[in-house]
Each structure stands twice: as structure tokens, then as C-alpha cells.
């Protein structure tokens, strides 16, 4: 909690910080232009930015890290920036790859069990598996999001182990641990703000994405009003149109302007 109070005076000091982070942000472009061209392509190349992510982002992770360092103490750079990245990018790497092996598996498992209980559902076998399958299943599925969710809570600290400890995956993965295991009230509170903020920016990344598709501008479009059913008034002259072509000289002169020679027909 003190390096969140830390925070806004690094950031004034430091505008430098954001560079890192808009840089992520530019990667995001393309996708969300693709969204509102071709929703199928730009799926495509989410997926394949997801797998680019897994390689690049242990770099900028490990760099922002050391830059932050830095700048609770004072100025930092663009040079702290790639010093950190390179030379953490294979520990962090390691242990972002762990991080995604347990959300594989978990993710698995929650498949399975998903697919286990909608097929006892859907069955016409059973009575028997009902009510204490179902609830078997939902205790499996909710264990296996408790487990992820304190997995993560303990181990969000490894690339600050990593950077600013000068510690190995597997120790920093330890270290992030036991940080959290001896403060676990302000690093809850920590995490519970964090959470919130990235909530906020994750809806607003969401709504921009949202309106920026073309299903979506669909969606929001007004609905044309129809005028089925209703008769359309026409003034008697127009209605009469054909039995009026001798006069129509005769209109013209004196009607200025070719308006209506009445006014109720205007």
C-alpha cells in the first residue's frame, strides 16, 4: 500500500512510464480496426497477438518493473527500460510460462467438468445422478476457481521478485509467496484496487471495441418507421395530375417560384 501512495509522484516525475505501456497499447490497434472491417480476421489475429504476447510481454514486464523501481527513488529511463527487459526476460519468461501451464490445466479441468455435468443434465437416465451429482460437480467447479484465484493472489509478486531481488524464476515464483503469505491483509486490499482499476479499464477497452464493430452499429441503429397501413395524403391537384396538363402553363405563371398555388397543399 505505501507504493501505491509512491505511485503518483513517481508518475509526475516520471512521465516517461507510460511510453512502455502505450507501446502495448499500439498493438491493440490493429484488432480493434479489424473488429469494425472483418470481425473473422480480427479474430485471427487476436489469437496470433495472444501467442506473440506470451513471448513479448515477460520483456516489457521485467523492463516497466525496473523502471518503477527506479522511479520511487528518483528519475528513470528508457535505458532501465531495456537493461531490465533483457537481462530478466528469461526468468520472467520461465515463470510466465508456469503461470500459463496451470491456466491450461485449470482451464482443462473446468472443460471437462463443464462437458461432464451438461451431458448429466441432458441425460434422461437420471434421477440418481440429480440433485448430488449436480451438487458434486458444482463443488468441483468451485474449488477449481478458488484454487486459481489464490494461485494467482500468491504469486502476482514473481516479476517484482524476479526484477527487483535479482532472483530466478522458481525463487521469485517462492519469493511472491511468502511476500504474501506474511501481508496478506494489504496485499488483499492491494489487490482488491488493482482489481477495481483494471475493471475500469478493461470496460472502457471493451465499450470502444463493442461500438467500434459493425454488429454493433447495427444493433444501436434507430428503427426505420414504417408507414404501412397508413394512407398517404397527396393534394387534390397532384391526385388529379392528368387532367391538369392544359393548365399547367397556366400554373407556372402564376404560382412564383413553382411553389403550391394553395397554401394547405404546402
Known amino acids: 500500500m505505501k ?3 509512491q505511485t503518483p ?4 516525475r516520471n512521465p516517461i512510464l507510460f511510453v512502455p505501456v502505450l507501446v502495448i497499447l499500439l498493438f491493440q490497434i490493429p484488432q480493434l480496426v479489424l473488429q469494425a472491417v472483418n470481425p473473422l480476421v480480427a479474430s485471427i489475429v487476436s489469437m496470433v497477438l495472444s501467442l506473440v504476447f506470451i513471448f513479448v510481454m515477460p520483456f516489457f514486464q521485467a523492463g516497466i518493473v525496473g523502471m518503477a523501481d527506479e522511479a520511487l527513488d528518483g528519475q528513470t529511463t528508457l535505458d532501465s527500460f531495456l ?21 491450461f490445466v485449470l482451464g482443462f479441468v473446468a472443460f471437462f467438468v463443464a462437458t461432464f455435468g451438461g451431458f448429466a443434465i441432458l441425460s434422461d437416465t437420471g434421477v440418481g445422478i440429480g440433485i448430488v451429482g449436480l451438487v458434486v460437480i458444482g463443488l468441483i467447479g ?7 484465484l489464490l494461485f494467482v493472489f500468491f504469486v502476482q509478486f514473481y516479476s517484482q521478485a524476479i526484477v527487483v531481488d535479482d532472483l530466478g524464476a522458481v525463487d521469485g515464483l517462492k519469493h511472491s509467496i511468502s511476500v504474501v503469505r506474511h501481508h496478506l491483509v494489504s496485499t488483499l486490499g492491494y489487490s482488491v484496487l488493482v482489481g477495481i482499476l483494471g475493471g475500469v479499464a478493461g470496460g472502457v477497452f471493451g465499450i470502444a471495441s463493442l461500438l467500434s464493430s459493425p454488429q454493433s452499429t447495427s444493433a444501436l441503429a434507430l428503427p426505420e418507421v414504417s408507414l404501412a397501413g397508413r394512407r398517404r395524403y397527396t393534394p387534390r391537384y397532384t391526385r388529379n395530375r392528368r387532367n391538369t396538363t392544359a393548365f399547367r402553363p397556366w400554373i407556372r405563371a402564376v404560382t412564383p417560384g413553382n411553389r403550391p398555388l394553395f397554401k394547405r397543399f404546402s
Open 3 to 5: 507504493a501505491l501512495r
Open 9 to 12: 509522484s513517481a508518475l509526475q
Open 83 to 103: 537493461r531490465e527487459g533483457k537481462s530478466n526476460y528469461v526468468s520472467v519468461l520461465a515463470a510466465s510460462l508456469v503461470l500459463v501451464a496451470v491456466n
Open 142 to 148: 468451485a474449488l477449481g476457481i478458488l484454487a486459481y
